[in-house]
């Protein structure tokens, strides 16, 4: 995954950490597993990259979720055991209307509320038609759409729910 930054720099999520390249300066730096103490990455392999209203960078990898602050250059890490989230496995990320982080996992779909530091999960018991986030997206009505391991839903924020889209829906 590639994204340009509110700065236009670039950052790339790859299987060897996660790059961002300051093109206006022609340097680049390097963010992996254990580098060292300011660019310390959960782990190697990124799966996407999403900078939020605040400009802060948010790495999804196959060991957890990682929030880099590119102001102060520190790196804060999330972790299964350590706050709640239901999986290491972070596939996928998006921000909605309201500033929370929604993150796709190999098990649930996870959000993240900044204003109380809360996660909140979903499952399948909550409407989602499969357990597997591959993808998040947020459509220009501020509405959210995940892709499962079973299909289309859209996240229905005033009753709280889930709908799925079948090949019946058209």
């Not at 900078?51 to 590119?70: F, H, K, R, V």
């Amino acid at each position: 995954k590639i994204i340009q930054d509110k700065f236009s720099n670039y950052w790339i999520g790859t299987q060897n950490g996660l790059y961002k390249i300051d093109a206006e300066k022609s340097t680049f730096e390097v963010f992996q597993k254990e580098r060292d103490n300011h660019h310390h990455l959960n782990a190697n392999l990124v799966y996407c990259v999403l900078e939020d209203s605040e400009g802060l960078i948010w790495i999804a990898t196959d060991s957890g979720l990682a929030l880099y602050n590119p102001v102060s250059k520190e790196m804060h890490h999330f972790r299964i055991e350590e706050i709640g989230l239901s999986d290491d496995l972070i596939i996928s990320l998006c921000e909605d209307s309201k500033g929370r982080i929604w993150i796709g996992t190999s098990a649930y779909v996870n959000m993240y509320n900044k204003q109380d530091s809360t996660f909140t999960y979903y499952s399948e018991k909550h409407g989602l038609p499969n357990n597997n986030i591959f993808e998040i997206v947020k459509d220009g009505n501020d509405d959210l759409w995940f892709a499962t391991g079973k299909g289309l839903c859209k996240f229905d924020e005033k009753q709280n729910t889930f709908h799925t889209f079948t090949l019946e829906d058209g």
